[in-house]
């Protein structure tokens, strides 16, 4: 799939943009500052109705606007698709060919995107919490079902989170309603946990072969679900319910005591080892940028696998931090299939071949000129 036009209505730093896209690559040129990450960060706001850098909507809007919007003509293999994101201070709209989408689960997946930028690296270094963002959001762009699933989830969380201050406070609150949020609760993580084994289970054979590849074979890349509720890949969900209704019974005087539900989806996590050693606590510096490369071309994989389709790939200031050997095997990935953005302040850094074909786009102050 390809983005082939973008227009851009007070998003950010522009005013009014209106661009035409190579369908291979395409390097956005300028100097800091001039909105280089604030046009690929429109490009992923577009597939995922939500940006990689903030969760504040109004921050996308112009200063000089009231609000934002976002329309992309995306091509598929089956035909072409008209996306459009409007943000306004009153929320935001998301449609599909002029049709307004009730819920953003079926919104998303349009346009599938894969965004590598130098954030990327607290994947591997950060909080449990960036890696638990990273599952959802690339979850949730091939299973609509997951996000459904996910937004459920929090707001039972939510609820039940409450109920536990309450009683607490013995607000008259029976411990009744309390098994059925558990149960709840169980249930939408059972499908939660479901499919973040299988991503991890399918993103690991991706990343294991690429990352061997990047290093010559002398380094294995493996992925570990690490998992707050007493379920298995294996397990029944019937088990698993019962389960996981075990624990939080255990668990209830000392949730009530801290007002939080202990187990779930909200409280995992994943590591990352290389040959069998945590890479976020003794990985070598270039090692976790390695690592944080594997998954993100792990992923190109893995959506192309899901969706029929390679992505689209933003790469937001990364290129030209990368050795040369890197950059020429992410290049080889990506050559003629994968739709490419990539940001730069300079050219002189990327010297491969390829890059001499790309379409160039230069960025001053909010106004883009495409060059030759
Ligand atoms: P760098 O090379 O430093 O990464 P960049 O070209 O990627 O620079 P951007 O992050 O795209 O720069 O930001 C460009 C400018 O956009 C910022 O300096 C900021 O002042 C401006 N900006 C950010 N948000 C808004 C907004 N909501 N309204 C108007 N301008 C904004
Ligand atoms: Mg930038």
Redesign the pocket.
């Known amino acids: 799939m390809f983005l082939r036009d973008l227009a851009l209505t007070n998003y950010?730093?522009y005013g009014s943009l209106s661009l035409s896209f190579d369908e291979r690559i395409n390097l956005i040129v300028?100097?800091?500052?001039?909105?280089?990450?604030?046009?690929l960060e429109s490009i992923y706001v577009l597939a995922l109705a939500k940006s990689h850098r903030t969760a504040k909507d109004k921050?996308?809007?112009?200063?000089?606007g009231d609000y934002a919007v976002i329309r992309g003509l995306v091509e598929r293999r089956y035909g072409s698709t008209r996306l459009e994101i409007q943000l306004t201070n009153k929320g935001k709209k998301a449609k599909v060919n002029g049709l307004e989408q009730r819920k953003l689960s079926e919104y998303i997946g349009a346009l599938n995107v894969v965004m590598f930028a130098p954030e990327d690296l607290a994947i591997v270094k950060g909080a449990p919490a960036q890696r638990r963002r990273f599952l959802d959001m690339e979850i949730g762009q091939v299973s609509p079902a997951y996000l459904y699933h996910l937004s459920n989830y929090n707001k039972v969380l939510a609820q039940r989170n409450q109920l536990l201050k309450d009683i607490a406070v013995k607000k008259g609150q029976s411990s009744e309603i309390l098994l059925i949020w558990n149960t709840q609760l169980a249930k939408l993580t059972v499908k939660l946990l479901k499919k973040r084994f299988e991503f991890i289970r399918k993103l690991e054979s991706w990343a294991r072969d690429i990352h061997a590849g990047i290093t010559d074979g002398k380094e294995t890349l493996s992925l570990h679900y690490i998992n707050s509720s007493p379920v298995t890949d294996e397990m029944e969900p019937h088990t698993a319910i019962e389960q996981i209704l075990a624990a939080l019974e255990q668990l209830f005087e000392r949730e009530k005591l801290r007002g939080s539900t202990l187990i779930g989806p909200h409280r995992d996590d994943f590591s990352l080892q290389i040959n069998g050693i945590d890479v976020q606590a003794y990985g070598s510096q270039g090692q976790q940028r390695t690592t944080a490369l594997s998954l993100k071309l792990a992923e190109i994989e893995l959506i192309k696998e899901e969706v029929g389709e390679y992505p689209i790939l933003l790469l937001d200031?990364v290129l030209s931090e990368l050795d040369e050997n890197r950059q020429t095997l992410l290049l080889e990935t990506i050559q003629d299939k994968v739709q490419t953005f990539v940001?730069t302040?300079g050219v002189e850094g990327l010297k491969h071949q390829v890059l001499q074909h790309a379409a160039r786009f230069e960025?001053q102050e909010g106004k883009v000129r495409m060059e030759g």
């Open positions: 950010r730093n300028g100097n800091n500052a001039q909105g280089k990450t604030n046009l921050e996308l809007v112009s200063w000089r200031d940001s302040t960025v």
